[in-house]
Structure formats: C-alpha cells, structure tokens
C-alpha cells in the first residue's frame, strides 16, 4: 500500500515538473537572448541594447578616448540620460552637450 502511495506521490510530482518546465519553457523562449557577448557594453559590463551601443561607439569616437575613461561626473551624466529615456541622436546630443559643459568650465 505505501509503495502505491509512493508511486503515486511521485508520479504526480513528475507531471507537475514536466508542466512547469514548458511553462517556464515558453516564458524563457519570450525574453532569449540570441548572443550575450554581443550585448555587453564598453561600459563597466552593463548591458545595453544596440541603439545605446552605437551612441558610445559614436560619443567615443567624438570625445577621442573610451567611456570607461571618464570621470565619474560624465558616467553619472551619461547613466542619468539613459535612465530618463534618451535614446540614438537625442542621447548622443544630450550627452555631448553636457560633456562639454563640464568640461570647458
């Protein structure tokens, strides 16, 4: 009787997995990541997306050194732009506006 209940408990516990992982399965598939190393930023390893991506490689190229190389003031700024929204030629604009605001007084 016990071996049945046994059989029973476990055979119910592995239809529940099984409905668990494609729900997670099908979840997972939603938010897939195509290629992670592509996704990283020059920037202290955070992850942005590609528009975001182009605008450093753009302000890098603007400001002749890396965004890493920065003070914390214009990573501050930078992070602060990309928090409320800016994104392509508004962020890249904005960014070098105040860029050069800090650093011609």
Not at 64 to 87: H, N, P, S, V, W
């Amino acid at each position: 009787m016990e071996l049945i209940i046994a059989g029973i408990v476990v055979g119910i516990t592995l239809v529940l997995m099984v409905i668990m992982f494609f729900l997670g399965y099908r979840e997972a598939l939603i938010y897939k990541v195509d290629d992670p190393i592509k996704y990283e930023a020059p920037i202290a390893g955070e992850i942005f997306d590609d528009d975001i991506l182009e605008v450093c490689e753009k302000i890098e190229k603007e400001i002749d050194c890396e965004l890493d190389t920065l003070d914390a003031d214009c990573k501050r700024q930078f992070y602060k732009l990309i928090e409320e929204g800016y994104r392509g030629e508004t962020l890249y604009k904005k960014f070098i506006e105040e860029y050069h605001r800090l650093h011609h007084h």
